[in-house]
């Protein structure tokens, strides 16, 4: 089933999300919902807060930014209770989206390498070395259940920039091609 994705505004964007444990009531069918939604709009990752879930899990599938010859390159993977261990190298920059915040982009810099400690589906823990995309990717995403959007990484003049689009998402003044939920006024 696509869920509606939440919008700016929402309070559930903003909170730390709380482990869940192997007893999470229907988890199959919660990530079954997930990739759906995701795939439905367009996306390369969606958190849990993203449908209005406020648990440590996020999605990611990075076939979009994959060129065919680098196929084996491709992560699509669940991450439960994830831990960014260690992020190295020198940042670079990359104009980043999300789907709670539409048609607004941003140059972001973050590290190139992540180390992240993180359980599966099944509830098996990892421990797993991403580069490049795929971590920029598992960045963007471990930032939701943080409860930080990657518009907190922009500098305050651009805040103030796009301050109206932001106000008019939460209001939902915006048209979207896929479903959205937005902050009860």
């Known amino acids: 089933?696509?869920?509606?994705?939440?919008?700016?505004?929402?309070?559930?964007?903003?909170?730390?999300?709380?482990?869940i444990d192997s007893e999470y009531s229907d988890l199959k069918l919660l990530l079954e919902n997930m990739w759906e939604t995701m795939y439905d709009?367009?996306?390369?990752?969606?958190?849990?807060?993203?449908?209005?879930?406020?648990?440590?899990?996020?999605?990611?599938?990075?076939?979009?930014?994959?060129?065919?010859e680098e196929e084996e390159k491709i992560v699509k993977k669940v991450f439960i209770n994830a831990t960014i261990l260690k992020e190295d190298g020198e940042e670079w920059i990359f104009n980043e989206g999300c789907l709670s915040i539409p048609e607004i982009r941003e140059d972001i810099s973050r590290k190139p390498t992540i180390i992240i400690k993180y359980q599966d589906e099944n509830f098996d823990w990892q421990t797993d070395t991403f580069e490049g995309i795929t971590a920029r990717v598992i960045q963007h995403e471990y930032d939701h259940i943080e409860g930080v959007l990657f518009t907190?990484?922009?500098?305050?003049l651009r805040k103030r920039m796009i301050k109206r689009k932001l106000e008019n998402i939460s209001k939902?003044?915006?048209?979207?091609?896929?479903?959205?939920s937005f902050p009860k006024r």
């Open 41 to 68: 709009s367009s996306g390369v990752g969606l958190a849990a807060p993203q449908i209005n879930k406020s648990i440590r899990m996020f999605i990611i599938d990075t076939t979009l930014f994959i060129e065919d």
């Open 1 to 19: 089933m696509i869920l509606p994705i939440i919008a700016f505004g929402s309070p559930v964007l903003r909170k730390k999300c709380v482990e």
């Open 152 to 156: 907190d990484r922009i500098s305050p």
């Open 172 to 180: 939902g003044k915006i048209e979207v091609v896929y479903k959205m």
